[in-house]
Structures are given as structure tokens and as C-alpha cells.
């Protein structure tokens, strides 16, 4: 079960649990999203909330937000022409090692196909690309709470998610715990999330962080044939540089 993209956005947009929720993820990425002048960052899921700092902070404009059809899209950026497209989940409008960086969030845990989807990654990424993935965390109170997007779909513990990544041809260079407070819509729990935020941090504990944030390369040395699924394509028109983006096939 997933959420779609209205209440995905009404979440980070207009409530405060989602407000601080972004607050607190960004802290982290913002070392980790790094999108230099010419490279194309992909965004599957729904990665609004994460990479609008670095679109209005940026004169890059090499954005391409994926968004899959069980989900449904909407327009964004709101201040500037829109960068989204629906597609299907394992099949992309992107041509082969064509993005630098790919960032997945609420996109791996609730996918019905989590190996047809990374092998899709793997595909569109560059061979010196970066992969980076939220994904809950099983032994955190997030994933047990539907309180926010993080409690839907399927979580993942570390050596789960090293199992995956490795049978799909990645190499993990680091994971970050993140969300270490409790996800309360409103008292205590709520107006604590920043200090639990920091004891967290201190203790550096896997198994209390809600959310893991995951940094992943191409394995190249493994790397043999990569399939992707032939299924059919849906998107919205965007503005992309053409060489990114595949001709589709009569």
C-alpha cells in the first residue's frame, strides 16, 4: 500500500510533523544531493521535499523528477516550469547512463518490483553516479506508525538492504540513521523531534533512527547485462536537455 502524491504533499506542505520531518531529512542530504553545473539529478518517488533547496539555490537545471503511475504526479517546481513525469515504475523515460545522481524516496518500500526498479537505477545511472535512498528503517518507530509516509510499504533493516543492493549490482558507501524522536502529530513528541534529533546524532544508533539514508554506487565489476522492463511509458513533456531522454520505439 502506498500513498498517493496529493497526500504525500499535503503531509511535508501542510502539516507540522511533515514540516519538521523535511527539516530534519534535508539536514542530512545536504552533504550527500550534490548537483554540479551540467549533471542531470533524477528524483523517483516523491523527492520534492528534498530537492527543492538545491533547484532554487542552483543555476543547474538538469532536474527530472520521476513519479510512478500507482502514485500519480503533480507540477514542480511551482515557481518555475514544471520537471515531474508519470511513469511506469520499472521503465523510464531516461537514456542509458545518463544521470549523475538518483535520489529515491518513497519509491523502494512500497514498489511491488524492488529488483526490476533498481535494475532500472542501474541502468539510467553512470558509472561514476551516485544512488542515494530513503528508506524506513524496520526496527524504528517510524515504520510502526502511520502517522507519516515512512509507516507504509515494506521497511527495510541494514543487512536486508545490503542484500538487495548487492544482488542488484551496488556497492553501499555509508548509511545514516536519521529521525530518531517519536512521529506524534502535535504535544510533547512533536515539539521534541529536534532535540531527540540531536541525542540521536550523538549515540549514532542504528536501530533507534526511523530512517535510513542510504549513499550507493554502480558495483562495475560486476555489472553485466542490464535488463529493462519493456512495459509502456507514460510522461509528461519536460524540460530536459534531449539527450537524456530515450526515443521511444514504434
Partial sequence: MRLDVIQLKEFYDSTELGKTTKLLINRVLEEKVDNKNGSLTVGFGFACPFLGNKIKDSENKNFLLLMPSEQGVIPWPEVSQSVTALVDEVSWPINTSAADLILISHGLEVSDNQDLLLQEV?????????????????????????????????????????VLLQK????????????????????????????????????????LGGLLIVEARKNVFAVNSVKSSKSGRYFTSVDVPVSTMSRSRG
Fill in 168 to 207: 542488484n549490482q551496488f556497492h553501499i558507501d555509508s548509511i545514516t540513521p536519521s529521525l530518531y524522536g517519536f512521529p506524534a502529530k502535535k504535544g510533547y513528541w512533536l515539539k521534541s523531534l529536534l532535540l531527540w534529533e540531536k541525542v540521536g546524532k550523538k549515540l549514532n544508533s542504528f536501530f
Fill in 122 to 162: 542501474l541502468r539510467v545511472l553512470k558509472d561514476s553516479g551516485k544512488l542515494v535512498i530513503l528508506v524506513p528503517n524496520r526496527t524504528g518507530f517510524w515504520a510502526r506508525s502511520d502517522s507519516t509516509p515512512f509507516g507504509y510499504g515494506k521497511p527495510y533493516s541494514i543487512s536486508q538492504l545490503t
